[in-house]
């Protein structure tokens, strides 16, 4: 079984920054690829970054280089960076994991989620 819990979320002024991390149990940490997901009110979970086993990373259009996704296997946790915030970066952020060449989001590990609130 793998847990995930996300923790770093907050309340912060945009143009401000925040780091996310996701600290997973379980020992096949370092074969797991990794996401940040997040969603807003009324609006569809989107993928914000994945980084696979190998360290390969993946963003989402919208950050636009305001983000980087890392990992530590040897803590067992992964890592969001999110700089220069801005206010539609407010959303819940969720960590996921998945085992596989395909990431699937249906049977994937997924953690409670940490709440991103950017205010003007």
């Given amino acids: ?3 995930l819990v996300e923790s770093g979320g907050g309340l912060v002024q945009a143009g401000g920054s925040l780091r996310l991390s996701c ?3 379980g020992s ?3 074969r797991l690829t990794m996401r940040w997901y997040r969603q807003a009110p009324g609006k569809e979970r989107e993928l914000v970054a994945g980084i696979s086993s190998y360290g390969i990373t993946n963003y989402g ?7 980087t996704i890392s990992r530590d296997n040897a803590k067992n946790t992964v890592f969001l960076q ?3 915030l801005k206010l539609e970066d407010t ?18 590990h997924w953690g ?4 991103v609130t950017v205010s003007s």
């Fill in 61 to 67: 259009d919208f950050v636009k280089g305001r983000f």
């Fill in 91 to 108: 959303a819940v952020y969720y960590c996921a994991a998945g085992l596989g060449s395909v990431f699937r989001e249906e049977i994937a």
């Fill in 28 to 30: 096949i940490f370092s």
């Fill in 23 to 25: 600290a997973a149990s």
């Fill in 1 to 3: 079984q793998v847990q």
């Fill in 112 to 115: 409670q989620g940490t709440q």
């Fill in 82 to 84: 999110m700089n220069i």
